[in-house]
C-alpha cells in the first residue's frame, strides 16, 4: 500500500518545455507578423485586459511538411487525430495549443465563451459556422498574408466538424443550464443537509448527462458555477467585463478551486467523476495549514480542479480522494474553518477562486489603477509560474454559523464578535501566469498563501 500511495504520489512530475515552447512561439510570431488585425487585437489584450495573445490560443494550423513533423516529435508533440482534422498533434506533458497540419494558410484560432459575442465586440459580419449552443462554433475573424485568424467555441467537444442542428437537443442544453445555474444550494447546516445538497446536485446532473452527454453537462456545469462565483467577487465582475469588452469571456481559466470539508470530499470526488474528471497529482501543503488538494482534469472540456481539505500528513499517502478520512482533525484548518463559516464551496459558498492566465504584472497594475482592487503578494515567482491572489471578498457570515462555531469550540466569543461585525474572507480571483507549457503548482507557495486565506488570521477590527 506505502508503495502504491508512493508511486501515485510520483506519477505526475510536471516540467517546463522550452523547446516546445519555442517553436510554438515562432509559429505566433510568424502569423502575427503576417496579419495586422491579429497583431491589433493581441496589443488590445495586454493592455485591455492584462492577456496575453498566446493564452488564448486554441490550435494552430500549419502546412504539413517532414521538417515541421520532425520539429513536433521532437519537442514532445504526438499524434491525436481529432474529427475533421486527422493530422492533429498535441504535447501530452505540457499546456500548449495543439498543431494541426493542413493544406492553405498558417491559421490560429482563439478560443472565446461566444463567437457571436467577439463578431459583435469587433463589429465583424462574417458567417458563422455551427448553430448557437452546439458544440463547436467558429469564424474567421481576420485575414492577412497567406495568414487567417479563426475564433471558436467549444461545449465539451475537442474536435473540429461542425455538427448538424438538432433543435430538440440545443433546446435541452438550455434547459439543462437554466436548472444547474438556477440550482438549490443551501439546505441548511451540517452533514444531513449537505447530503441532501448533493444528492440535488447529482439529480440535475444525471438528468444532463442522460439528455446530453457527460462532456457537454461538463461544461454547461462549471459555466452555472463561474457565474454564481462571479456574482460573489467584485474582482471577478470588473475582469470579466474587461474581458467581455473585446468580446472573450472566460476562455482563459485555468482552474476552478473548491474547499471541501473533510466528510463531503468524498461525494465532491464522485460527483466530479461522475463529469468525466480523473485523479492527477496530489498535495499537501504543510503543517502552517494542515491542508492538502487533490488536482482533477477533466481532458474533453479541459477544466481542471484543485480540491482542497484539511488533512495530516500521513492520510495524503492514502486513497483520500474516494476513501475519505477515518476521523475529524481536532481543530479546523484553514480549509475546513472557511467552509464552516461559508458553507460548501460546492453548495452554499461557490467557489474559493477561479484561477486565469494572464500577462501577471499586466493585470496586477490595470486592476489596481482602474479599480483600485489590490492583488497580494506573489505566492510564486518562477520563471514558468507565477501566481497571487487579488485582496480576498469580505462575506458575511449567517449567525446560526456563528453560533455552531461557537458551540463546537471551533472560535471564541472575540472571534464571533469579529465575525458578526466584519464577515470574514471568502473568494479571490486569482492571477496566474504559465510560461514553457509548465502544468504544474507550486507546493511551497501554496502552503504558505492558504495560511494567509485563514479566516482566523484576516480578522476585520469591531467596529470598522
Known sequence: MASEASAALKQFQWEPQPAAQKLINELMADFLARCPDAQALAARMKSDTGTRFADWVDHIETPASDAIRARLKEVGFTAHPQPGRPDTHIHEGAMFPAVVLAPGPLRITIKVDSVADFLAAWR????????????????RAFSGADAELWIAERHGYRGFEIHPSDPARLLRGAQHLEALRRRRRDFGIGPDADRQGFAHATALIDAAINDLGRDWACDLFFQAERDYWQRRNRAARVQKARQDALGLGWANHDHHTYRSSRHTFPWLIAFMEKLGFHCRERFYAGHEADWGAQVIEQPVTGITIFADVDMTPQELMGD????????????LGTVGMWCFLHGEAFLQAGMHHLECQFDWHALKDQLEREASIRTMDPFTTFPFLRQAFTEGERWPVAEARIAAALHAGHINEMQAAQFRAGGALGSHLENLERNNGYKGFNQQGVSQIISKTDPRMNMALVGA
Open 124 to 139: 465583424l459580419d462574417h458567417p458563422v459556422e455551427g448553430e448557437p449552443g452546439s458544440h463547436y462554433r467558429r469564424a
Open 320 to 331: 483520500f480522494a474516494h476513501q475519505g478520512f477515518a476521523q475529524q482533525m481536532p481543530r
